[in-house]
């Protein structure tokens, strides 16, 4: 059996939930970058964690160089960058125990693979991948997207993960 606690943020379910992921994507119009993360939440404790190419962009020439190569990349757990966007968008998921382990696994694999060549890149390797594949380790079969709703050139992209989670959401609105 399973029961939804009254206060998510201070109790848990023992009886299997065992937290949340979110997913959220901000692509503001007119931006075609944006960007991509998840948190997670277990027993009361939130954390953000988002893909970036590490040290940063410096802004001259960074977009050709990871278009058409690997920069140093890391995940920040506390990636709060984005909270205030206004066009922030996120879906949520109370997910298991199982669940749970397989997110991070995907977690802890995807931080060791930042090195040796696997870093930040905008064709495999980016925020939106990122975000994406954890939904995916997590086992979210409503968040899988077809080859054809990717990007061409950079797979998932934060505007059409944007898409894919209003989409999502519009269709449980009630009416």
Not at 39 to 55: A, C, M, V
Not at 61 to 74: E, L, N
Request: proline share 4%; hydrophobic share 35%.
């Amino acid at each position: 059996m399973y029961a939804y606690v009254f206060d998510s943020n201070i109790e848990v379910d023992p009886f299997g939930l065992s937290g949340t992921l979110t997913i959220y994507s901000d692509s503001p119009k007119g931006d075609p970058i944006g960007h991509a993360f998840i948190s997670i939440t277990e027993n009361g404790k939130t954390e953000y964690i988002g893909q970036w190419p590490d040290p940063g962009f410096s802004g001259k020439g960074d977009i050709a160089k990871i278009t058409f190569s690997d920069m140093q990349g890391g995940l920040d757990m506390n990636d709060i960058s984005h909270l205030d966007s206004a066009a922030l968008i996120s879906r949520s998921y109370d997910i298991d125990d199982a669940q749970m382990s397989n997110l991070r696994k995907y977690i802890d694999d995807f931080k060791s693979g930042n090195g040796d060549g696997k870093g930040y890149n905008l064709r495999n390797r980016q925020c939106a991948s990122f975000a994406y594949g954890a939904s995916q380790a997590a086992g979210i079969k409503e968040m899988k997207m077809p080859w054809y709703k990717k990007n061409i050139l950079f797979g998932v992209t934060p505007s059409n993960l944007s898409k894919k989670i209003k989409s999502l959401n519009e269709a449980n609105v009630c009416k």
